[in-house]
Structure formats: structure tokens, C-alpha cells
């Protein structure tokens, strides 16, 4: 027998969490493992192999990355479980065969597997849907709470995933204070409009040539999601607003996941239309050829909602038998309607040091066109999904914000 991994009471996990005592009350074995029980009914089926790729140390689990080292190319047929049984602290010990080496699970991690706790969707709240008189307006928080204090941030991430949308009050007029934001929250996806970028009333009147987006225009910016020409559009995007003097201007934010519910209960056709013909989206500039081809609603990135790839600017070309068209135009017409009607559209002012936080790929944001007379300055950065997700996750587990 080689190398134990220590005495019960210093059973490791094979990740960074602490988990409590779950004592197990029994382990029987299974052709291809073991099933871990619990009293109270839960129990767990193990394969030998995934075992075996977490055993801590032993070549499973390493100790210092908390990551796997098994090549499943070295899972051997010999592989087998000689004995499995639960030591005094109710953890669970397996002895191998044939190299009779001994291996040591935590009772509590075994056990939030046990109860869901490991699955893409734990920890993170559920989104839900809303119209404009269900959410009459964004939940709002500190910004520099956020920035310095965790608790206000979870529950900022925890109202950002569940509504897709929050605002933040009282941040510095200043440049670049969301990447004082950032640092906190999750790395900054960048793109050819760069990582931090400006939107600017004072840069151009309609047909400037020094602007390459309709966003630094002043004409009205209808509800849409940023950059649908790519692969993964930006998950979640946070607008700072430095100086609002223009007239005019007035925000606006959609849930595309109400609209979708509306045209799938209301008008199932144009939501099969919508959800099946593709589109290119296409950002066109000098040096820049950005492209994709997918339908309005799409379900392809494997999330319980759609993405929403709806931003009229960059849809350049069907992409689409030719006499499917026409129906295509009817349906998106309806699309736009319904994100634009006062029941679902949520429409406010942003002042100096207001933040509007929103998912990029779910939430549909606007603006009423403004004229130049004043200047109107916002700052713009994009974060990804997963990293919302993964800083809402741990802060969760931490703080015990959200359950599972
Ligand atoms: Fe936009």
C-alpha cells in the first residue's frame, strides 16, 4: 500500500472551498463504482474512474493547482476498487487495485455533489423575465459600495443575473473609474473599439466620417444588443455616465427575454422565424471585417435564454433562402415593435455618475436621438458572462448570498 493522503481529519478537497461534515452512512459497490449514501436518503453513484481522476495527490488531484493530472489515455482496464468503507469521521476510503494505493474523500465535497451544488447552474441566481410593470425601474446601488465592499457587490451580481439589469449611483465623473470597477468584478473583454471606449455626443453629427458606430451619432439608437457580429457576443456591458447635457437622450432597456415569451405565446411563427433564419451581422470599417451569420434569437450558445442578436446598424444581409425573406421582415418588424411598445420598454434619464449595468446578450438598450447643443460623454466597457458568473459564484460561497 503507498502513501495514504493523511489522517481523516485532513481530508483535502480537490478544490480551494471548506466544506462542512457530511458524514456518510454507508458505500456499497456498483459494477462500474460505488454509490456513497447518506441517512437522510441522498446518495451519490461514483464511476471508478472519476475517482480515481480525484483522488487527492496519487496522481489524480494535484495538491498545489487543485486540478486533474490524469490522462484518461492511462485510465487502465485493470483499474478496479479492492475496498470501499467509511472511516470513523464518516469520510470515504477507497483502497485501488492492482497497485493497492489508498485514496480519501471529503464527505462534504462528495456531498454537494450529491445535492447539485457542482452544476454550471449553483450559486448564481435564476433569471427572471420582466416587463416594464413588473420592474418599473433598475434596482439601483452605490458604486463606490461596490467597488469596496463585497457584500453590496453580491448583491449587485445577484440582481444583474437575476433581472439582467441594475444600476449603479454616486460614481466619480471622472475617466476610466470602470476599471476601478473591473478590478473587482470581472477582466474586461476588449474589441476594435477598445477596451474602455468612449460614446460622444460633441464627436459628429449624422455622416461624420470620424466616428465608425451609429452610437457616436446623434440620431436615436433604437432597442438592440452591441456587436451581434460576433461568435460570442459581450456578455454583460456597464455605460458610465460622465456629462449628460444634451437634449434628449433618454435611455432605454428591453428584456429580450419578455419579448421572446411574448412572441412564442402570442405569435409563435414570427418567434419559429426568428429563432431559425440567419442573418449576417457584419461590422465594416477600415481594417475591420467582422461577421457572423445566426438568427435574431439564438439559441445556439447553450444557455437557458437566448442570445438576442438584434442591433439593425450591422444586420447586413439575409442569410436565408430567398422566399423566406419577406416572411423574415414580417417577423422582425413585430420583434422591434414589441421591444420599442411602453410595456416592455423601461425609459430614464442618466445623470453624471450613473452606471447602467446590463446583459448584453439577453437585455435590449436604446437611446431617444439628442441634439448637439450640450455635451453628452459615457464610457463604456463590456464583461464577459463567465466571469460575471464566476466573481457572483465565489462571492456567494463566501458570503452565503444566494443557495443553490
Ligand atoms: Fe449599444
Known sequence: MSASTGSP??????????????????????????????????????????????????GGIDPATREGLLDPAELSDDLAIASASVTPEGHLEIIWEPDHDLSCYHAGWLRHIADGEHLASSWAPEPVVWTSKDLPTPAAFNAQEVVAQSGTRALMLNEL?????????????????????????????????????????????????????????????????????????????FLHCLVNEAEGGSSTLTDGAAIVSELRERYPEDFDILSTKHWIFFNRGPGIDHRWSAPVIDY??????PTIRAFYPVRAFPDMPDEDVDLAYQALRRFHQLADDPRFELKFRLSAGDIMCFDNRRIMHGRDAFTGEGRRHLQGIYIDRDEILSTARALNRELGCVTV
Open 300 to 305: 445556439s450558445l447553450g444557455s437557458t435564454l
Open 9 to 58: 481529519a485532513q481530508v483535502m478537497a480537490p478544490d480551494f472551498y471548506s466544506y462542512e461534515a457530511s458524514p456518510i452512512s454507508n458505500v456499497a459497490m456498483t459494477e462500474a463504482g460505488i454509490t456513497v449514501l447518506w441517512s437522510d436518503g441522498a446518495k451519490l453513484n461514483c464511476h471508478r474512474f472519476w475517482l480515481r481522476e480525484n483522488a487527492f495527490g496519487l
Open 161 to 237: 443575473l437575476k433581472h439582467g439589469v441594475c444600476l449603479l449611483s454616486g460614481a466619480p465623473s471622472e475617466e476610466g473609474f470602470l476599471n476601478q470597477l473591473a478590478q473587482v468584478v470581472g477582466p474586461i473583454r476588449d474589441s476594435n473599439f477598445g477596451a474602455l471606449w468612449d460614446v460622444r455626443a460633441d464627436v459628429t453629427l449624422a455622416g461624420d466620417s470620424k466616428t465608425n458606430t451609429t452610437a457616436n451619432t446623434g440620431y436615436r439608437l433604437g432597442p438592440h444588443t452591441d456587436l451581434p457580429t460576433r461568435e460570442i457576443p459581450p456578455g454583460f456591458q
